[in-house]
């Protein structure tokens, strides 16, 4: 079984958040995020911004529940 496959047989809401390149900057403010996002795959993007996604992701985006998000710019 693949990882991306496993969540799914858990009875729990859940969401993957997948980032591009990761680095130590401060945040933008600024990114591009959601199950069909399509995210350019060099451009680094923020931890700070990163972990803006994953609240989002977490309080704020009932509709990416049991999805793969793409983040990045």
């Known amino acids: 079984m693949q990882a991306r ?3 799914q047989k858990i ?7 997948r ?3 990761l680095v130590d900057k401060p945040a933008k403010g ?6 069909l996002a399509r995210v350019a795959p060099l451009v680094p993007l923020s931890f700070d911004d990163c972990a803006d996604c994953l609240l989002r992701a977490a309080t704020d ?3 990416w529940i049991g999805k793969i998000v793409n983040v990045g710019s």
């Open 30 to 35: 600024r990114y591009t995020a959601g199950p």
């Open 61 to 63: 985006e009932p509709n």
């Open 19 to 21: 980032p591009v390149v």
């Open 5 to 7: 496959e496993r969540p």
């Open 11 to 17: 009875d729990m809401e859940w969401v993957i958040v």
